[in-house]
């Protein structure tokens, strides 16, 4: 370690709010190395949860510098992407449970020690890849790594291998192109990964192999993934949920999710989802939430949703074709049906058979006209057809529905006619 050249004592006051009469503060010491300021201390006057530390340049920190500094989050934020130096006592005596460093190129040195106290840390916004990816090495007793907004546009074989106890690993806005086989090798008590908004374009077979504790996975808003390799999920055995949204898919494959026996919550919304197979489902019998808003279907074979029992099925804004088809329902057990938005003109007969649902919606659609083959053999306790446009109930239209309430708000019927409906008395319509 460099002669400390010149030391120059710079008293920094940062004042913490914590009440209008109440505050809390640090005082901040300051030396010169050749041309580097080092942050020789820090002295926590009084005890505050979170402490935040805004520099304007690039920073060596000294020996121990944050051994007399009690809170339980250090953050440290650069006003321009400046140089932070972690040298080998840096950090000795920090008892922070989570460091956080924006907007700073990082320089670590091998000799570097890292106090067993420090669980959690985020890097964001600091560009330099090597940087980022070297961590591992550096800190593999973490419980949780947070890289955002940095640039890492490829995620290397055993990457993360040193980092045995990681819980949680969020790789969010990292501009990740490439998920290279094996990258996550090494993770095996990870139970949350975020790759959340990136380039990713496809994700190849085997890409989580060694995930078998991973419960949520979040590969969303990544706008160029169109392809998902039918073993990208295998041996994923305890996955519960995983969030696909806001992506650019364009086929389910039948077999892709038959490893996640655990699954509970699949989230496809707004994708170019075109079509749902037969099958595609049918291993994943725990699964209780599936949404596929705002996609672009334009066939469901029948019998597609046959083996589920769920909460919701949510479909809305996501049917291309004015027609609900025959059969599409068939064996599908769910308390909460969606079909809003989907400009349904037409509801062919036998759509609803096998069907058994607590709740149907078919709001803000376009079904202006009601006809006894449009709802024969639908069995559910409301069914929900607002703003449809709906200018006449054809004698008999409910006669083969098994309903407890119908909501007709927003259309143009004025009068409830249950007799002519084909409705027993004791059903609920409501239309104002």
Not at 198 to 203: E, F, G, I, M, R
């Amino acid at each position: 370690m460099k002669t400390i050249i010149i030391i120059i004592f710079l008293l920094s006051v940062l004042l913490v709010r914590a009440d209008d009469e109440n505050r809390a503060y640090a005082e901040l010491f300051y030396g010169l190395r050749d041309t580097s300021p080092v942050l020789e201390s820090v002295l926590q006057r009084k005890w505050v949860n979170d402490l935040n530390l805004n520099f304007k340049h690039s920073l060596i920190i000294g020996p121990s510098a944050f051994q007399n500094v009690s809170s339980e989050l250090i953050a440290l934020t650069f006003t321009n992407i400046s140089i932070l130096s972690l040298e080998g006592e840096s950090l000795v005596g920090l008892k922070a449970k989570t460091l956080y460093i924006n907007n700073a190129s990082i320089n670590l040195t091998e000799n570097l020690i890292v106090p067993g106290t420090l669980k959690v840390l985020t890097l964001d916004a600091c560009e330099t890849p090597e940087a980022p990816m070297g961590i591992p090495h550096f800190f593999p007793d973490l419980e949780e790594l947070h890289l955002y907004d940095n640039n890492l546009p490829v995620i290397r074989s055993k990457a993360f291998a040193p980092m045995k106890n990681l819980k949680r690993l969020g790789l969010v806005f990292n501009k990740i192109t490439t998920l290279e086989p094996g990258c996550f090798n090494g993770l095996h008590e990870l139970l949350v990964l975020n790759l959340s908004n990136n380039k990713l374009t496809s994700l190849p077979a085997g890409v989580f192999n060694g995930l078998s504790k991973l419960k949520h996975l979040y590969v969303d808003n990544c706008e160029q993934l169109k392809h998902i390799d039918i073993n990208a999920f295998r041996g994923m055995s305890s996955l519960g949920e995983l969030w696909l949204q806001n992506n650019a898919l364009e086929s389910l494959q039948v077999g892709m999710f038959d490893e996640l026996r655990t699954l509970a919550a699949l989230l496809l919304e707004s994708n170019n989802i075109t079509h749902i197979p037969k099958g595609v489902f049918d291993k994943v019998k725990t699964l209780r939430v599936i949404s596929l808003k705002n996609t672009m279907i334009s066939s469901i074979e029948p019998n597609a949703f046959s083996v589920l029992n769920l909460e919701s099925l949510d479909l809305s804004g996501g049917m291309r074709r004015r027609v609900l088809e025959s059969g599409i329902f068939t064996g599908l057990t769910v308390e909460d049906l969606h079909l809003r938005g989907n400009g349904i003109q037409e509801i062919k007969p036998h759509a609803w058979d096998g069907l058994f649902a607590e709740t149907v919606n078919l709001n803000s659609n376009n079904l202006t006209k009601i006809v006894p083959e449009y709802f024969a053999g639908l069995n559910t306790s409301t069914l929900y057809l607002l703003a449809n446009g709906i200018t006449e109930i054809t004698p008999n239209a409910f006669k083969n529905t098994q309903v407890k309430e119908i909501d007709l708000r927003n259309n143009s019927i004025k009068t409830v006619e249950k007799a002519t409906w084909g409705l027993p008395e004791s059903v609920r319509i409501t239309i104002e």
